[in-house]
């Protein structure tokens, strides 16, 4: 068990900037927590409000990494956003809700108990079928019924952490895996051809791949109002850039004009166990918040810029590789005096940085690609990694150079 954590051991203009916006980190009710006493009483106290019950489905794009070794960023943009469009023109016809801003690759839908769920799963099977003819990209499909905390605009809780997890690390292309929840909802009559993962062992249950089954057959067209992670003036630009991708004139003017080189830094540190869910969840809310706080100072100081605090990751970004490794180390020695470990990755290219319409900024891009496989793929807590990009840029004297091969991509890193 962690200690706890309180407000004056935070920067006191942190509670106060306005953060409960869809996408960032609820700061008001984390400040609440902080002034209570902690125990599990209060924590289902303060989140009995926001409890729900339903599906969570999410989504997740497969052989990203490889395919951006070989398409420009416009064109990668332009690839990921079909599959979204299909998703939530699917979601909101069945009464779906989105979930969050869908960054990158990743979506999030979050569907009532009233939803059928037969319904829903041949909505799954019809939406992989619909991505497979009209997308360039495929996509792992996870999803899972449960209770779930809804709270400005994003779903918390250990079990959709979970979920996702599963979704992101463990699907292939053309998936549907649905949790134990979810196969208990369908009737013992149903018509789908389900096989059980056994090698999949989750805190949820079980997990089930999807084979086959009834689709349905009125498709929804695509919605391109799906929660999209950039700037409208960009969002329009792409549309337009999807029917002219063989045009490269209009493809620099677009380059020219929206991407940036930059240095990325991704942190992720450790989420901290308690033995209820209810505290896990607020315990590593506020370990996010202490992240957000030691962000805020230390960019002050080296002229850098947060683009999001979420879940336990960070990102940031520099124009200066000195000052983004500056930063990385002086975060992670922080972070370890408050007993937290993280995996810290640098690399360095063009990105696309977004401010979004309802606040914050969102960031897209290879260096942000890399840097989490470093981080978050092959990377052990306690340790930096860092891109062969930047290796002339900072001193590595004291790293260790490795190579690997990871979603199909080798990659050279330098570890210290």
């Given at each position: 068990m962690?200690?706890?954590?309180?407000?004056?051991?935070?920067?006191?203009?942190?509670?106060?900037?306005?953060q409960?916006i869809?996408g960032?980190?609820?700061l008001?009710?984390?400040?609440?927590?902080?002034?209570?006493e902690?125990?599990?009483e209060?924590a289902?106290?303060?989140?009995?409000?926001?409890?729900?019950?339903?599906y969570?489905v999410s989504s997740?794009?497969?052989?990203?990494?490889?395919?951006?070794?070989q398409?420009?960023?416009?064109?990668?943009?332009?690839?990921?956003?079909?599959?979204?469009?299909?998703?939530?023109?699917?979601?909101?016809?069945l009464?779906g809700?989105?979930v969050?801003?869908?960054?990158?690759?990743?979506?999030?839908?979050?569907?009532?108990?009233?939803?059928?769920?037969?319904?829903?799963l041949s909505?799954?099977?019809?939406?992989?079928g619909?991505?497979?003819?009209n997308?360039?990209?495929k996509?792992?499909?996870?999803?899972?019924?449960?209770?779930?905390?809804?709270?400005n605009?994003?779903?918390y809780?250990?079990?959709?952490?979970?979920?996702?997890?599963?979704?992101?690390?463990?699907?292939?292309?053309?998936e549907?895996?649905?949790?134990?929840?979810?196969?208990?909802?369908?009737?013992?009559?149903?018509?789908?051809?389900?096989?059980?993962?056994d090698?999949?062992?989750?805190?949820?249950?079980?997990m089930?791949?999807?084979?086959?089954g009834?689709?349905l057959?009125?498709?929804?067209?695509?919605?391109?109002?799906y929660?999209i992670?950039?700037?409208?003036?960009?969002y329009a630009?792409?549309?337009a850039?999807?029917n002219?991708?063989?045009?490269?004139v209009?493809?620099?003017?677009?380059a020219?004009?929206?991407?940036?080189?930059?240095?990325?830094?991704?942190?992720?540190?450790?989420?901290?166990d308690?033995?209820?869910?209810?505290?896990f969840?607020?315990?590593?809310?506020?370990?996010s918040?202490?992240?957000?706080?030691?962000?805020?100072?230390?960019?002050?100081q080296?002229?850098?810029e947060?683009?999001?605090?979420?879940?336990?990751?960070?990102?940031?970004?520099?124009?200066?590789?000195?000052?983004a490794?500056?930063?990385?180390q002086?975060f992670?020695y922080?972070?370890?005096?408050?007993?937290?470990?993280?995996?810290?990755?640098?690399?360095?290219g063009?990105?696309l940085?977004?401010d979004?319409?309802?606040?914050?900024?969102?960031?897209?891009?290879?260096?942000?690609?890399?840097?989490?496989?470093?981080?978050?793929?092959?990377?052990?807590?306690g340790?930096?990694?860092?891109?062969a990009?930047?290796?002339?840029?900072?001193?590595?004297?004291?790293?260790?150079?490795?190579?690997?091969?990871?979603?199909?991509?080798?990659?050279?890193?330098?570890?210290?």
């Open positions: 962690t200690n706890k954590l309180k407000k004056y051991q935070y920067s006191p203009s942190l509670f106060d900037t306005t409960d869809i960032t980190l609820p008001k009710l984390i400040a609440k927590w902080m002034e209570s902690q125990t599990q209060i289902q106290q303060l989140l009995e409000p926001y409890k729900v019950k339903g969570s997740d794009s497969v052989g990203l990494t490889k395919l951006t070794k398409r420009g960023l416009l064109e990668i943009l332009a690839i990921i956003n079909q599959p979204k469009e299909i998703l939530y023109g699917f979601g909101i016809a009464g809700y989105s969050g801003i869908w960054a990158a690759d990743n979506t999030q839908m979050f569907y009532p108990a009233s939803v059928n769920s037969e319904t829903l909505a799954l099977l019809t939406i992989q619909e991505i497979s003819k997308c360039q990209i996509i792992g499909i996870g999803a899972h019924y449960g209770d779930f905390y809804y709270i605009g994003g779903l809780g250990l079990e959709a952490d979970t979920i996702e997890e599963i979704t992101e690390n463990q699907t292939e292309g053309g549907i895996a649905i949790s134990q929840g979810f196969y208990e909802r369908l009737p013992s009559n149903h018509n789908f051809s389900i096989l059980q993962r090698e999949v062992k989750t805190i949820i249950g079980n089930f791949r999807v084979l086959d009834p689709t057959s009125n498709v929804p067209p695509g919605n391109k109002q929660p992670p950039y700037s409208e003036p960009f630009d792409l549309i850039y999807q002219r991708q063989n045009d490269p209009f493809r620099q003017y677009l020219d004009k929206y991407l940036q080189n930059k240095v990325v830094v991704l942190i992720e540190r450790e989420n901290k308690a033995a209820a869910r209810e505290i969840m607020f315990t590593n809310l506020g370990f918040a202490k992240m957000k706080d030691i962000g805020l100072r230390l960019l002050a080296s002229n850098g947060e683009i999001k605090v979420i879940g336990s990751l960070g990102i940031y970004t520099f124009d200066e590789a000195t000052a490794f500056n930063f990385a002086a992670r922080e972070l370890a005096a408050q007993d937290i470990a993280s995996r810290i990755g640098i690399d360095a063009q990105v940085i977004s979004l319409a309802v606040g914050g900024k969102d960031i897209a891009g290879m260096p942000v690609n890399i840097a989490s496989k470093m981080a978050q793929d092959k990377g052990e807590f340790k930096l990694y860092v891109n990009t930047i290796k002339q840029l900072v001193d590595l004297s004291e790293f260790t150079e490795i190579s690997y091969t990871v979603s199909g991509v080798e990659i050279t890193a330098y570890q210290g």
